[in-house]
Protein backbone atom coordinates (compact mmCIF):
# COMPACT_ATOMS: atom_id res chain seq x y z
CA UNK A 1 0.00 0.00 0.00
CA UNK A 2 1.19 3.52 -0.58
CA UNK A 3 -0.25 5.94 1.49
CA UNK A 4 1.94 8.84 0.25
CA UNK A 5 0.38 12.53 1.38
CA UNK A 6 -0.26 14.78 -1.04
CA UNK A 7 -0.95 12.11 -3.49
CA UNK A 8 1.51 11.42 -6.29
CA UNK A 9 0.34 12.17 -9.82
CA UNK A 10 1.08 8.29 -10.60
CA UNK A 11 2.71 5.06 -8.80
CA UNK A 12 3.52 2.06 -11.00
CA UNK A 13 4.76 -1.24 -10.31
CA UNK A 14 3.90 -3.92 -7.57
CA UNK A 15 3.78 -2.12 -4.01
CA UNK A 16 3.30 -5.09 -2.41
CA UNK A 17 6.84 -6.45 -3.50
CA UNK A 18 9.60 -4.40 -1.43
CA UNK A 19 13.18 -3.75 -1.30
CA UNK A 20 15.20 -3.31 1.69
CA UNK A 21 17.28 -0.68 3.18
CA UNK A 22 20.24 -1.62 5.57
CA UNK A 23 23.23 -0.31 6.99
CA UNK A 24 25.32 -1.40 3.21
CA UNK A 25 22.97 0.66 1.40
CA UNK A 26 24.89 3.86 -0.28
CA UNK A 27 24.07 7.10 -1.15
CA UNK A 28 25.72 8.42 -4.75
CA UNK A 29 25.26 12.54 -4.60
CA UNK A 30 25.37 13.24 -8.86
CA UNK A 31 25.46 17.39 -8.78
CA UNK A 32 22.51 19.56 -7.98
CA UNK A 33 21.27 17.13 -4.87
CA UNK A 34 24.04 17.59 -1.93
CA UNK A 35 21.08 19.74 -0.02
CA UNK A 36 19.18 16.59 -0.54
CA UNK A 37 21.83 13.79 0.31
CA UNK A 38 22.68 16.24 3.62
CA UNK A 39 19.10 16.17 4.73
CA UNK A 40 18.26 12.53 4.24
CA UNK A 41 21.61 11.88 6.16
CA UNK A 42 20.92 14.13 8.83
CA UNK A 43 16.92 13.16 9.26
CA UNK A 44 16.25 9.69 7.65
CA UNK A 45 19.83 8.81 8.58
CA UNK A 46 18.91 10.04 12.06
CA UNK A 47 15.74 8.26 12.23
CA UNK A 48 16.59 5.08 10.74
CA UNK A 49 20.07 4.74 11.97
CA UNK A 50 21.20 4.01 8.52
CA UNK A 51 24.60 5.80 7.80
CA UNK A 52 24.20 6.48 4.39
CA UNK A 53 28.05 6.46 2.87
CA UNK A 54 28.77 8.18 -0.27
CA UNK A 55 29.60 5.44 -2.94
CA UNK A 56 28.78 5.48 -6.49
CA UNK A 57 29.31 1.80 -7.10
CA UNK A 58 27.85 -0.62 -5.05
CA UNK A 59 24.04 -1.93 -6.28
CA UNK A 60 22.73 -1.27 -3.18
CA UNK A 61 22.63 2.18 -3.36
CA UNK A 62 20.21 5.17 -4.01
CA UNK A 63 20.90 7.52 -6.55
CA UNK A 64 20.17 11.27 -6.32
CA UNK A 65 20.55 12.78 -9.67
CA UNK A 66 19.34 15.81 -11.80
CA UNK A 67 16.91 14.78 -15.28
CA UNK A 68 15.88 18.20 -16.70
CA UNK A 69 13.62 16.26 -18.70
CA UNK A 70 11.53 16.27 -15.73
CA UNK A 71 9.16 20.06 -14.55
CA UNK A 72 11.78 21.93 -12.03
CA UNK A 73 10.03 20.71 -9.02
CA UNK A 74 8.84 16.92 -10.26
CA UNK A 75 10.66 13.87 -9.56
CA UNK A 76 10.87 10.43 -10.16
CA UNK A 77 11.30 7.84 -7.20
CA UNK A 78 12.51 4.33 -8.28
CA UNK A 79 12.71 1.50 -5.87
CA UNK A 80 11.45 -1.22 -8.10
CA UNK A 81 15.61 -1.64 -9.96
CA UNK A 82 18.43 -1.00 -8.48
CA UNK A 83 20.16 1.13 -7.76
CA UNK A 84 17.07 2.94 -6.14
CA UNK A 85 16.84 6.65 -8.12
CA UNK A 86 15.75 9.96 -6.80
CA UNK A 87 15.46 12.32 -9.76
CA UNK A 88 14.58 15.75 -9.85
CA UNK A 89 13.77 18.11 -12.76
CA UNK A 90 15.69 20.30 -10.61
CA UNK A 91 17.43 20.09 -6.63
CA UNK A 92 13.80 21.23 -5.36
CA UNK A 93 12.12 17.74 -7.41
CA UNK A 94 15.01 15.57 -6.12
CA UNK A 95 14.31 16.79 -2.58
CA UNK A 96 10.20 16.56 -2.91
CA UNK A 97 11.27 13.10 -4.07
CA UNK A 98 12.84 12.30 -0.92
CA UNK A 99 10.39 13.29 0.96
CA UNK A 100 8.44 10.38 -0.89
CA UNK A 101 11.18 8.29 -0.11
CA UNK A 102 10.55 9.01 3.63
CA UNK A 103 6.88 8.67 3.46
CA UNK A 104 7.57 4.99 2.17
CA UNK A 105 10.08 4.18 4.81
CA UNK A 106 7.26 4.04 7.08
CA UNK A 107 5.71 6.07 10.32
CA UNK A 108 8.91 5.49 12.22
CA UNK A 109 11.13 7.32 9.67
CA UNK A 110 9.58 10.47 11.13
CA UNK A 111 11.03 10.02 14.10
CA UNK A 112 14.69 11.30 15.48
CA UNK A 113 16.22 8.39 16.59
CA UNK A 114 15.57 4.61 15.39
CA UNK A 115 13.51 2.46 18.03
CA UNK A 116 15.34 -0.54 17.77
CA UNK A 117 19.20 -1.22 16.27
CA UNK A 118 18.30 -4.21 14.46
CA UNK A 119 15.13 -2.95 12.30
CA UNK A 120 15.12 -3.22 8.65
CA UNK A 121 13.42 -1.09 6.56
CA UNK A 122 11.45 -2.07 3.58
CA UNK A 123 9.79 0.23 0.70
CA UNK A 124 7.40 -0.54 -1.37
CA UNK A 125 8.62 -1.65 -4.56
CA UNK A 126 7.38 1.06 -6.70
CA UNK A 127 8.16 3.79 -9.61
CA UNK A 128 6.37 7.21 -8.52
CA UNK A 129 5.99 9.67 -11.01
CA UNK A 130 5.11 13.16 -9.19
CA UNK A 131 5.01 17.44 -9.81
CA UNK A 132 2.79 19.86 -8.47
CA UNK A 133 -0.08 21.19 -9.37
CA UNK A 134 0.78 24.75 -8.31
CA UNK A 135 3.95 26.81 -7.73
CA UNK A 136 3.16 28.18 -4.92
CA UNK A 137 2.00 25.97 -1.82
CA UNK A 138 2.09 28.38 1.48
CA UNK A 139 1.57 28.34 4.92
CA UNK A 140 0.91 31.62 7.02
CA UNK A 141 2.10 31.68 10.73
CA UNK A 142 1.13 34.38 12.35
CA UNK A 143 3.87 35.13 15.05
CA UNK A 144 2.80 38.73 16.28
CA UNK A 145 -0.86 37.72 17.96
CA UNK A 146 1.41 34.94 19.55
CA UNK A 147 5.17 34.79 19.58
CA UNK A 148 6.60 31.32 18.30
CA UNK A 149 10.66 30.81 19.56
CA UNK A 150 12.58 30.07 16.63
CA UNK A 151 12.83 26.22 17.75
CA UNK A 152 9.12 26.12 16.91
CA UNK A 153 9.38 28.07 13.76
CA UNK A 154 12.43 25.57 12.15
CA UNK A 155 10.04 22.81 13.83
CA UNK A 156 7.21 23.65 11.09
CA UNK A 157 9.32 24.51 8.39
CA UNK A 158 10.30 20.99 8.84
CA UNK A 159 6.43 19.81 8.91
CA UNK A 160 6.04 21.99 5.58
CA UNK A 161 8.86 20.12 4.32
CA UNK A 162 6.95 16.74 4.59
CA UNK A 163 3.98 18.08 3.56
CA UNK A 164 5.79 19.58 0.15
CA UNK A 165 4.99 23.26 0.92
CA UNK A 166 7.12 25.76 -0.60
CA UNK A 167 6.50 29.34 1.03
CA UNK A 168 6.47 30.10 4.38
CA UNK A 169 4.44 33.00 4.82
CA UNK A 170 5.70 34.59 8.24
CA UNK A 171 3.62 37.15 9.96
CA UNK A 172 5.88 39.63 11.70
CA UNK A 173 4.43 42.35 13.18
CA UNK A 174 1.10 43.66 14.10
CA UNK A 175 -1.08 45.66 16.54
CA UNK A 176 -0.39 42.91 19.04
CA UNK A 177 3.53 42.63 18.86
CA UNK A 178 6.64 43.18 16.67
CA UNK A 179 9.29 39.84 16.06
CA UNK A 180 11.85 41.16 13.52
CA UNK A 181 15.20 42.72 15.11
CA UNK A 182 15.65 45.98 12.90
CA UNK A 183 19.11 47.29 14.43
CA UNK A 184 18.41 51.23 13.47
CA UNK A 185 14.97 50.96 15.15
CA UNK A 186 16.28 48.98 18.66
CA UNK A 187 12.63 50.16 20.41
CA UNK A 188 11.01 48.13 17.99
CA UNK A 189 12.45 45.04 20.29
CA UNK A 190 12.89 46.53 23.17
CA UNK A 191 9.24 48.06 23.38
CA UNK A 192 7.15 46.64 20.69
CA UNK A 193 8.51 42.72 20.83
CA UNK A 194 6.24 42.70 23.85
CA UNK A 195 2.62 43.05 26.09
CA UNK A 196 1.86 43.30 29.94
CA UNK A 197 -1.18 40.62 29.37
CA UNK A 198 -2.72 39.02 26.81
CA UNK A 199 -6.85 38.84 26.23
CA UNK A 200 -7.37 34.42 26.56
CA UNK A 201 -10.40 34.01 24.48
CA UNK A 202 -11.49 35.84 21.82
CA UNK A 203 -12.11 39.60 22.53
CA UNK A 204 -15.97 38.76 23.94
CA UNK A 205 -13.97 36.54 26.63
CA UNK A 206 -14.05 38.19 29.88
CA UNK A 207 -10.27 36.27 30.46
CA UNK A 208 -6.90 37.85 30.76
CA UNK A 209 -3.69 35.96 31.31
CA UNK A 210 -2.29 38.31 33.37
CA UNK A 211 1.51 37.90 32.47
CA UNK A 212 3.96 39.53 29.75
CA UNK A 213 3.70 37.64 26.54
CA UNK A 214 6.31 38.40 23.90
CA UNK A 215 9.66 37.65 22.10
CA UNK A 216 11.27 38.48 18.79
CA UNK A 217 13.85 37.01 16.45
CA UNK A 218 17.66 38.49 16.55
CA UNK A 219 18.63 39.29 12.90
CA UNK A 220 21.05 36.16 13.52
CA UNK A 221 17.64 33.91 14.21
CA UNK A 222 16.35 35.37 11.01
CA UNK A 223 19.45 34.27 9.11
CA UNK A 224 19.21 30.66 9.91
CA UNK A 225 15.31 30.65 9.72
CA UNK A 226 15.63 31.70 5.70
CA UNK A 227 18.77 29.31 5.59
CA UNK A 228 17.05 26.38 7.15
CA UNK A 229 13.97 27.21 5.20
CA UNK A 230 16.16 27.69 1.61
CA UNK A 231 18.03 24.40 2.45
CA UNK A 232 14.12 22.42 2.12
CA UNK A 233 13.73 25.03 -0.88
CA UNK A 234 10.85 27.05 1.19
CA UNK A 235 10.96 31.22 0.19
CA UNK A 236 10.04 32.57 3.31
CA UNK A 237 8.32 35.60 2.51
CA UNK A 238 8.59 37.94 5.36
CA UNK A 239 5.18 40.73 5.67
CA UNK A 240 5.90 43.87 7.27
CA UNK A 241 1.87 45.33 8.02
CA UNK A 242 1.32 48.73 6.68
CA UNK A 243 -0.56 51.27 7.25
CA UNK A 244 -2.58 49.32 9.43
CA UNK A 245 -2.02 46.58 11.52
CA UNK A 246 0.79 48.70 13.47
CA UNK A 247 0.13 49.77 17.28
CA UNK A 248 3.25 48.22 18.09
CA UNK A 249 5.46 49.91 16.13
CA UNK A 250 3.96 53.11 17.21
CA UNK A 251 3.71 52.91 20.73
CA UNK A 252 7.52 52.20 19.92
CA UNK A 253 7.63 55.16 18.29
CA UNK A 254 4.77 57.80 18.60
CA UNK A 255 6.11 59.96 15.73
CA UNK A 256 4.42 57.26 13.63
CA UNK A 257 0.84 57.68 14.60
CA UNK A 258 -1.36 60.61 13.65
CA UNK A 259 -0.68 62.70 16.20
CA UNK A 260 -2.55 65.47 15.30
CA UNK A 261 -6.00 63.32 16.34
CA UNK A 262 -4.71 61.20 19.26
CA UNK A 263 -1.71 61.55 22.25
CA UNK A 264 0.36 58.77 20.44
CA UNK A 265 2.78 58.68 23.59
CA UNK A 266 0.33 57.07 25.41
CA UNK A 267 -0.38 53.86 23.22
CA UNK A 268 1.01 50.71 24.24
CA UNK A 269 1.27 47.43 22.36
CA UNK A 270 -2.47 46.15 22.00
CA UNK A 271 -3.67 43.39 24.74
CA UNK A 272 -6.84 42.67 23.03
CA UNK A 273 -7.98 40.77 19.65
CA UNK A 274 -9.37 42.71 16.84
CA UNK A 275 -8.04 45.63 14.46
CA UNK A 276 -6.37 48.69 15.84
CA UNK A 277 -8.05 52.23 14.95
CA UNK A 278 -4.05 53.05 15.49
CA UNK A 279 -2.86 53.38 11.87
CA UNK A 280 0.46 55.03 10.44
CA UNK A 281 0.54 58.54 9.56
CA UNK A 282 0.80 59.18 5.58
CA UNK A 283 3.86 61.19 6.66
CA UNK A 284 7.14 61.60 4.93
CA UNK A 285 8.70 60.92 8.55
CA UNK A 286 6.68 56.74 8.74
CA UNK A 287 7.65 56.25 4.62
CA UNK A 288 11.43 56.75 5.77
CA UNK A 289 11.08 54.86 8.80
CA UNK A 290 9.73 52.18 6.92
CA UNK A 291 12.08 52.12 3.86
CA UNK A 292 14.97 52.09 6.80
CA UNK A 293 12.73 48.78 7.85
CA UNK A 294 12.57 47.30 4.43
CA UNK A 295 16.78 47.66 4.03
CA UNK A 296 17.38 45.38 6.86
CA UNK A 297 14.31 43.38 5.89
CA UNK A 298 15.81 43.06 2.72
CA UNK A 299 19.50 41.88 3.63
CA UNK A 300 17.54 39.32 5.88
CA UNK A 301 15.60 37.58 3.41
CA UNK A 302 17.67 37.76 -0.15
CA UNK A 303 16.08 37.08 -3.28
CA UNK A 304 18.02 34.52 -4.09
CA UNK A 305 17.43 32.17 -1.22
CA UNK A 306 14.59 29.81 -3.09
CA UNK A 307 11.62 30.22 -5.50
CA UNK A 308 9.33 33.34 -4.65
CA UNK A 309 11.90 34.73 -2.13
CA UNK A 310 12.22 37.79 -4.04
CA UNK A 311 8.35 38.45 -2.55
CA UNK A 312 7.76 40.95 0.09
CA UNK A 313 4.20 41.32 1.87
CA UNK A 314 3.41 44.82 3.04
CA UNK A 315 -0.02 43.86 4.24
CA UNK A 316 -2.01 46.73 3.61
CA UNK A 317 -5.10 44.98 5.12
CA UNK A 318 -7.95 46.06 7.60
CA UNK A 319 -6.47 49.44 7.79
CA UNK A 320 -9.04 51.95 9.84
CA UNK A 321 -9.55 55.24 8.38
CA UNK A 322 -10.98 57.23 10.70
CA UNK A 323 -7.99 58.96 12.49
CA UNK A 324 -6.70 60.04 8.55
CA UNK A 325 -10.90 61.77 8.22
CA UNK A 326 -10.00 63.37 11.42
CA UNK A 327 -6.40 64.38 10.56
CA UNK A 328 -5.38 67.67 9.20
CA UNK A 329 -1.81 66.14 8.40
CA UNK A 330 -3.93 63.17 6.45
CA UNK A 331 -6.01 65.90 4.81
CA UNK A 332 -3.11 67.89 3.58
CA UNK A 333 -1.57 65.24 2.03
CA UNK A 334 -4.74 63.89 0.22
CA UNK A 335 -5.30 67.47 -1.52
CA UNK A 336 -1.77 68.08 -2.05
CA UNK A 337 -1.51 64.21 -3.78
CA UNK A 338 -5.07 65.34 -5.46
CA UNK A 339 -6.48 62.33 -4.45
CA UNK A 340 -10.31 61.16 -3.97
CA UNK A 341 -10.20 60.10 -0.87
CA UNK A 342 -8.18 57.97 2.69
CA UNK A 343 -8.89 54.73 0.08
CA UNK A 344 -6.62 56.77 -2.63
CA UNK A 345 -4.39 57.57 -0.26
CA UNK A 346 -4.02 54.06 1.52
CA UNK A 347 -3.28 52.96 -2.30
CA UNK A 348 -0.69 55.40 -2.66
CA UNK A 349 1.21 54.48 0.73
CA UNK A 350 1.31 51.00 -0.80
CA UNK A 351 2.48 52.06 -4.17
CA UNK A 352 5.23 54.30 -2.85
CA UNK A 353 6.25 50.64 -1.70
CA UNK A 354 5.67 48.79 -4.66
CA UNK A 355 7.75 51.51 -6.69
CA UNK A 356 10.30 51.33 -4.14
CA UNK A 357 10.99 47.56 -3.65
CA UNK A 358 10.88 47.37 -7.79
CA UNK A 359 13.40 49.43 -7.87
CA UNK A 360 15.29 47.12 -5.96
CA UNK A 361 14.65 44.47 -7.49
CA UNK A 362 11.74 42.70 -5.49
CA UNK A 363 8.19 41.98 -5.46
CA UNK A 364 5.77 43.47 -3.55
CA UNK A 365 2.89 41.29 -2.39
CA UNK A 366 -0.51 42.78 -0.08
CA UNK A 367 -3.57 41.05 1.31
CA UNK A 368 -7.01 41.65 -1.42
CA UNK A 369 -7.60 45.18 0.35
CA UNK A 370 -4.65 46.88 -2.02
CA UNK A 371 -7.02 46.77 -4.60
CA UNK A 372 -9.09 49.23 -3.40
CA UNK A 373 -8.24 52.76 -5.14
CA UNK A 374 -6.81 51.20 -7.84
CA UNK A 375 -3.95 48.10 -7.85
CA UNK A 376 -0.29 49.03 -7.50
CA UNK A 377 1.48 47.78 -10.83
CA UNK A 378 3.44 44.87 -10.37
CA UNK A 379 1.96 44.10 -7.24
CA UNK A 380 0.60 40.47 -6.14
CA UNK A 381 -2.51 39.88 -4.24
CA UNK A 382 -3.17 37.08 -1.24
CA UNK A 383 -6.85 37.10 -1.57
CA UNK A 384 -8.44 36.42 1.50
CA UNK A 385 -11.87 37.99 1.89
CA UNK A 386 -13.26 35.25 -0.65
CA UNK A 387 -12.05 34.56 -4.41
CA UNK A 388 -13.04 38.10 -5.50
CA UNK A 389 -10.57 40.10 -4.77
CA UNK A 390 -8.08 37.73 -6.66
CA UNK A 391 -10.33 37.34 -9.53
CA UNK A 392 -10.40 41.17 -10.03
CA UNK A 393 -6.56 41.16 -9.78
CA UNK A 394 -6.14 38.21 -12.30
CA UNK A 395 -8.28 39.83 -14.72
CA UNK A 396 -6.23 43.13 -14.55
CA UNK A 397 -2.88 40.81 -14.85
CA UNK A 398 -1.66 40.64 -11.50
CA UNK A 399 -0.48 37.49 -9.78
CA UNK A 400 -2.45 35.78 -7.32
CA UNK A 401 -2.16 33.41 -3.89
CA UNK A 402 -5.51 32.22 -3.56
CA UNK A 403 -6.20 32.07 0.18
CA UNK A 404 -9.77 33.14 1.05
CA UNK A 405 -10.82 33.10 5.04
CA UNK A 406 -13.77 30.82 3.96
CA UNK A 407 -11.81 27.68 3.35
CA UNK A 408 -8.06 27.82 4.24
CA UNK A 409 -8.15 30.55 7.69
CA UNK A 410 -7.46 27.13 10.08
CA UNK A 411 -8.06 29.29 13.09
CA UNK A 412 -11.68 28.54 11.88
CA UNK A 413 -13.35 25.98 14.21
CA UNK A 414 -12.88 22.47 12.39
CA UNK A 415 -15.86 21.02 14.43
CA UNK A 416 -19.59 21.89 15.44
CA UNK A 417 -20.37 21.24 18.81
CA UNK A 418 -18.94 22.78 22.33
CA UNK A 419 -15.50 20.62 21.98
CA UNK A 420 -13.60 22.77 19.65
CA UNK A 421 -11.35 24.94 21.97
CA UNK A 422 -12.21 28.68 21.84
CA UNK A 423 -14.04 27.91 18.48
CA UNK A 424 -13.53 30.56 15.65
CA UNK A 425 -15.61 31.54 12.61
CA UNK A 426 -17.21 29.39 10.11
CA UNK A 427 -17.09 25.33 10.89
CA UNK A 428 -14.29 24.06 8.48
CA UNK A 429 -13.52 20.22 8.74
CA UNK A 430 -11.16 18.07 6.95
CA UNK A 431 -13.51 17.51 4.29
CA UNK A 432 -14.34 21.37 3.72
CA UNK A 433 -10.48 21.54 3.04
CA UNK A 434 -10.09 19.06 0.87
CA UNK A 435 -12.69 20.07 -1.35
CA UNK A 436 -11.23 23.68 -1.82
CA UNK A 437 -10.49 24.35 -5.59
CA UNK A 438 -8.18 27.52 -5.27
CA UNK A 439 -8.93 28.50 -8.87
CA UNK A 440 -12.42 29.51 -9.27
CA UNK A 441 -14.65 29.55 -12.01
CA UNK A 442 -14.96 31.75 -14.77
CA UNK A 443 -11.21 33.31 -15.13
CA UNK A 444 -9.80 32.34 -18.82
CA UNK A 445 -7.21 29.76 -18.86
CA UNK A 446 -4.65 33.05 -19.44
CA UNK A 447 -5.96 34.88 -16.20
CA UNK A 448 -5.92 31.18 -14.34
CA UNK A 449 -2.37 31.42 -14.92
CA UNK A 450 -1.69 34.11 -12.90
CA UNK A 451 -2.81 32.23 -10.03
CA UNK A 452 -0.03 31.18 -8.44
CA UNK A 453 -1.15 29.04 -5.98
CA UNK A 454 -2.87 28.38 -2.49
CA UNK A 455 -1.80 29.06 1.11
CA UNK A 456 -3.13 28.01 4.24
CA UNK A 457 -3.33 31.07 6.82
CA UNK A 458 -2.91 30.15 10.61
CA UNK A 459 -3.95 33.58 13.06
CA UNK A 460 -2.93 32.91 16.37
CA UNK A 461 -5.25 35.19 18.41
CA UNK A 462 -6.45 32.14 20.26
CA UNK A 463 -3.49 29.89 20.13
CA UNK A 464 -1.39 30.36 22.83
CA UNK A 465 1.48 27.76 22.44
CA UNK A 466 2.55 25.12 19.81
CA UNK A 467 0.32 22.77 21.02
CA UNK A 468 -2.73 25.10 19.85
CA UNK A 469 -1.15 26.01 16.79
CA UNK A 470 -0.73 21.81 15.75
CA UNK A 471 -4.06 21.28 16.90
CA UNK A 472 -5.77 24.02 14.67
CA UNK A 473 -3.32 23.11 12.02
CA UNK A 474 -3.63 19.48 11.77
CA UNK A 475 -4.90 17.42 10.18
CA UNK A 476 -6.03 20.21 7.81
CA UNK A 477 -2.80 20.89 6.84
CA UNK A 478 -2.68 17.65 5.42
CA UNK A 479 -5.80 18.19 2.95
CA UNK A 480 -4.45 21.80 2.42
CA UNK A 481 -1.30 20.09 0.76
CA UNK A 482 -3.08 17.44 -1.69
CA UNK A 483 -4.90 20.85 -2.40
CA UNK A 484 -2.17 22.59 -3.23
CA UNK A 485 0.47 19.85 -4.87
CA UNK A 486 -1.72 17.25 -6.70
CA UNK A 487 -3.79 17.45 -9.85
CA UNK A 488 -7.43 16.49 -7.86
CA UNK A 489 -10.83 16.73 -9.58
CA UNK A 490 -13.20 19.03 -9.75
CA UNK A 491 -14.35 19.29 -6.03
CA UNK A 492 -17.21 17.44 -5.65
CA UNK A 493 -15.81 14.24 -7.76
CA UNK A 494 -12.75 14.35 -5.01
CA UNK A 495 -12.18 11.05 -3.24
CA UNK A 496 -12.22 11.80 0.75
CA UNK A 497 -13.00 8.33 1.59
CA UNK A 498 -9.71 7.55 -0.03
CA UNK A 499 -7.83 10.50 1.04
CA UNK A 500 -9.40 9.54 4.73
CA UNK A 501 -7.87 6.10 4.36
CA UNK A 502 -4.33 7.49 3.57
CA UNK A 503 -4.88 9.68 6.60
CA UNK A 504 -4.82 6.58 8.90
CA UNK A 505 -0.81 6.43 7.62
CA UNK A 506 -0.34 9.75 7.87
CA UNK A 507 -1.60 10.38 11.18
CA UNK A 508 0.85 7.86 12.53
CA UNK A 509 3.84 10.12 10.93
CA UNK A 510 2.40 12.90 12.78
CA UNK A 511 2.22 10.71 16.34
CA UNK A 512 5.94 10.15 15.32
CA UNK A 513 6.85 13.68 14.25
CA UNK A 514 5.31 14.97 17.92
CA UNK A 515 2.20 17.17 15.98
CA UNK A 516 -0.51 17.60 18.56
CA UNK A 517 -3.03 17.21 15.82
CA UNK A 518 -6.86 17.29 16.38
CA UNK A 519 -7.55 13.47 16.35
CA UNK A 520 -10.55 12.55 14.07
CA UNK A 521 -12.72 11.96 17.40
CA UNK A 522 -12.29 15.34 18.35
CA UNK A 523 -10.08 17.02 21.20
CA UNK A 524 -8.51 14.81 23.77
CA UNK A 525 -9.22 16.39 27.34
CA UNK A 526 -6.63 18.31 27.41
CA UNK A 527 -6.39 20.19 24.08
CA UNK A 528 -10.30 21.58 25.58
CA UNK A 529 -10.68 24.64 26.49
CA UNK A 530 -13.90 24.81 28.56
CA UNK A 531 -15.85 28.20 28.97
CA UNK A 532 -13.13 29.84 27.08
CA UNK A 533 -15.46 31.98 24.78
CA UNK A 534 -14.29 32.32 21.09
CA UNK A 535 -16.01 34.02 18.09
CA UNK A 536 -18.59 31.72 16.42
CA UNK A 537 -20.03 32.76 12.85
CA UNK A 538 -23.16 30.26 12.00
CA UNK A 539 -22.96 29.49 8.42
CA UNK A 540 -20.57 30.17 5.30
CA UNK A 541 -20.62 31.62 1.68
CA UNK A 542 -20.70 29.01 -0.61
CA UNK A 543 -17.59 27.77 -2.63
CA UNK A 544 -16.58 30.00 -5.42
C1 LIG B 1 -6.41 39.19 7.19
O1 LIG B 1 -6.91 38.14 7.59
N1 LIG B 1 -6.70 40.34 7.75
C2 LIG B 1 -5.49 39.19 6.08
Given at each position: MVDVIPAPASVAGNPSGSVRLDAGTALQTLPGTEGTARWLRAAVGAAT????????????RIVLGIDPGLPPEGYRLV?????LRVEGGGPAGVFWGAQTLRQLLG???????????DRVWDVPAVTVEDSPRFRWRGLLLDVARHFMPKEGVLRYLDLMAAHKLNVFHFHLTDDQGWRIEIKRYPRLTE?????ARSKFGHRASPLWEEKPHGGYYTQDDIREIVAYAAERHIAVVPEIDVPGHSQAAIAAYPELGNTDVID??????????GISSNVLAPTDNTLRFYEGVLEEVLELFPAGAAQFSPFVHIGGDECRKEQWTGSVTAKNRIADLGLADEDALQSWFIGHFDAWLSARGRRLIGWDEILEGGLAEGAAVS?????GGGIAAARAGHDVVMCPEQYVYLDHRQAPGEDEPVPIGFVRTLEDVYRFEPVPDGLTEAEARHVLGTQANVWTEVMEDTARVDYQTFPRLAAFAEVAWSSLPTPGERDFTGFERRMAAHYARLDALGVAYRPPAGPRPWQKRPGVLGRPIEGAPPNR
Open positions: GLPLPEDSARPNTDARPADAFRRAPLRRTASWRTTALTVMDNWSWRGF
